[in-house]
């Protein structure tokens, strides 16, 4: 575990999306329609916590945001990585494409990096 910050230096805040991979790969979905359900989920996952003291950080820094986007195999991934992060107490928005019903992506609200980023690990980056 990294030491903690002196207080001087202040978090650096990131939002975590996750992306099916599968969609592309699999499923031959255009690359500019999962671009889009990436862009959903990280706008709805920072309207619904819009009131947050990380998510007003992270907006006031509109030059310098840091986003990470990773990829989950496939629709099980990504449902059972949102239940993980309900029980652990992550606050983040699965994207459920409508009016298919196809879980596609999920967005963590801002969070400074050290918080979640364990939670991630076993995602890669999105290719």
Request: a neutral charge; proline letters at 8%.
């Amino acid at each position: 575990m990294m030491a903690a910050p002196g207080a001087g230096a202040p978090t650096r805040l990131v939002q975590y999306v996750v992306v099916r991979s599968d969609l592309v790969h699999k499923l031959s979905w255009p690359l500019g329609a999962v671009i889009t359900q990436a862009c959903h989920a990280a706008t709805a996952a920072i309207h619904l916590h819009y009131g947050d003291p990380d998510t007003q950080r992270y907006l006031e820094e509109l030059d310098s945001m840091h986003k990470v986007v990773l990829g989950a195999p496939d629709e099980a991934a990504l449902s059972g990585l949102s239940d993980a992060l309900t029980q652990a107490g992550v606050s983040h928005k699965l994207w459920i494409e409508q009016p298919e019903n196809i879980p596609t992506c999920l967005a963590l609200k801002p969070y400074p990096k050290e918080t979640v980023q364990p939670l991630m690990k076993k995602f890669k980056l999105f290719k």
